[in-house]
């Protein structure tokens, strides 16, 4: 079963360009969470998606960030006109419920630079 | 809403010592709490997590973390430090079942 994947590993975008994450969770889960992790920080809640529904994204940016979880494929993290302040690495991670001691498994991160 | 504070952002100790990594939380309803580890340019992996059973959690790799809700901390231990070890370690609250409230996480550092 394998884990998390995310891809690309690393992206680098020139200040203007569009990014996007892509984001396959375990086999079974149907829940999706996006974290941020700025340098030398913790990680930052974005958005908690299940399949085509966004369930809370109180952590996302109002303008440029988005993000889906269709009924198939990936999820997708898009962030349209990247300015400097983008540069993160970016972490997936899914479960398989919403009680609160599931756990969720995180993917090795995008880690997106722009130049 | 809920927050982690962990004290200390370095915490550098010899290897075969014990290791001591903090953590406070703030909650208004019972936490379920949760310890991550994160090495170089990787995600994270669970080391262990408190779900209102026993207060004194046993993870992997040798690490442990008791809960104690009249202190609101979850700290996170190991008798002795292996080299392995060095690596950063988040604590983590769970939000109502949505997402995880990290904190700011902690480098350690095993000197030889």
């Known amino acids: 079963n394998a884990g998390v994947m995310q891809n690309p590993r690393h992206l680098v975008r020139r200040r203007g360009q569009e990014a996007r994450l892509r984001c396959s969770p375990m086999?079974?889960?149907?829940?999706v969470y996006w974290y941020r992790q700025l340098p030398e920080e913790g990680l930052k809640f974005m958005v908690y998606?299940?399949?085509?529904?966004?369930?809370?994204e109180s952590g996302m940016p109002k303008e440029r960030f988005s993000a889906e979880f269709p009924k198939e494929g990936p999820s997708i993290l898009r962030i349209q006109q990247v300015v400097r302040g983008d540069s993160a690495a970016y972490f997936c991670?899914?479960?398989?419920?919403?009680?609160?001691?599931?756990?969720?498994?995180f993917g090795q991160g995008t880690r997106l630079t722009v130049v | 809403a809920q927050s982690v504070t962990q004290l200390g952002s370095h915490v550098s100790v010899s290897e075969g010592a014990l290791v001591l990594l903090r953590c406070n939380y703030s909650?208004?309803?019972?936490?379920?709490l949760f310890w991550y580890v994160q090495y170089p340019n990787q995600g994270l992996q669970l080391l262990l997590k408190?779900?209102?059973?026993?207060?004194l959690v046993k993870g992997i790799n040798g690490f442990e973390a008791e809960f104690k809700k009249s202190e609101t901390s979850f700290h996170l231990t190991k008798p002795s430090a292996h080299m392995s070890d060095a690596a950063e370690y988040f604590c983590?609250?769970?939000?109502?079942?949505?997402?995880?409230?990290f904190g700011s996480g902690t480098r350690l550092q095993v000197q030889p």
């Open positions: 991670a899914s479960s398989s419920g919403q009680s609160k001691d599931t756990e969720a498994f």
């Open positions: 086999k079974g889960h149907s829940h």
């Open positions: 998606l299940q399949k085509e529904n966004i369930i809370d």
């Open positions: 909650s208004s309803v019972p936490p379920y």
């Open positions: 408190y779900t209102s059973a026993a207060t």
């Open positions: 983590a609250v769970s939000d109502l079942g949505r997402a995880l409230t």
